[in-house]
C-alpha cells in the first residue's frame, strides 16, 4: 500500500507519497558490508597487536627503572624518567592517530556502499513515485502507520542483492 498524505494550499490538494526502511538494516544487508567488516577487523587486530607490543616495550623499561632506581646516579635516574615519560607518550599519540586512522579508514571503505545505497533508494523511490523517503534506523522515526507509509525495506534489499 503506499502512502498519501494530503496537503491543502488555497483550495488545491498535493497528494505526497513517500516511503521508509531502515538505512543501517539495508547498509549490513549489502554483500560487500561483511568484507568491509572482516577488512576493519583485520586492520583494528593489526593495531591492537602494536599497541599491546608498545605497552609491553613501556612495562618492561618500567620495570628496569623500578628496580635499578637506588642504584642510578642522578643523571641516569633523570634521564630513564625523561625516555619512560617520552615513551608513554608516543604511546597515547600513537592510541589517538590509531583510533582516527581506523574511523577513517571504515568510513572511506563504506562510502562506497553508502553511495551505491543512497542511489538504490532514489532510483526506487522515484520509479514507484514517492517524495520521499524516512530511515527508520536510530528510533529517528519512532512510528510509522504501515497502511498510510510504504515499506521499503524488502524492496531495497532485494535490489542490493542483485
Known amino acids: 500500500m503506499s ?4 496537503l ?3 483550495d488545491s490538494v498535493h497528494v505526497v ?17 561483511a568484507l568491509v567488516k572482516k577488512k576493519m577487523a583485520d586492520l583494528r587486530n593489526q593495531y591492537e597487536a602494536e599497541m599491546q607490543r608498545v ?4 612495562n618492561r623499561k618500567y620495570e628496569e627503572f623500578l628496580e635499578g632506581q637506588h642504584e642510578f646516579p642522578k643523571t641516569i635516574l633523570q634521564k630513564r624518567q625523561t625516555e619512560l615519560q617520552e615513551l608513554m607518550t608516543r604511546n597515547v599519540t600513537f592510541k589517538e592517530e590509531g583510533r582516527k586512522q581506523l574511523a577513517d579508514a571504515e568510513r572511506e571503505a563504506l562510502a562506497p556502499l553508502k553511495i ?5 533508494v532514489a532510483r526506487i523511490a522515484r520509479e514507484r513515485g514517492l517524495a ?3 530511515n527508520t534506523a536510530s528510533d529517528a522515526c519512532p512510528y510509522i502507520n504501515p497502511e498510510l507509509g510504504e515499506d521499503l525495506n524488502e524492496l531495497v534489499t532485494a535490489s542490493l542483492a542483485k
Do not use: I, K, W
Not at 551505491?116 to 538504490?120: D, P
Open 3 to 6: 502512502a498519501v498524505l494530503c
Open 8 to 10: 491543502s494550499a488555497q
Open 17 to 33: 507519497r513517500f516511503g521508509y526502511l531502515n538505512y543501517q538494516q539495508a547498509l549490513q544487508s549489502m554483500p560487500q558490508y
Open 55 to 58: 605497552t609491553d616495550e613501556f
Open 116 to 120: 551505491h545505497l543512497s542511489e538504490t
Open 132 to 134: 520521499l523517503v524516512v
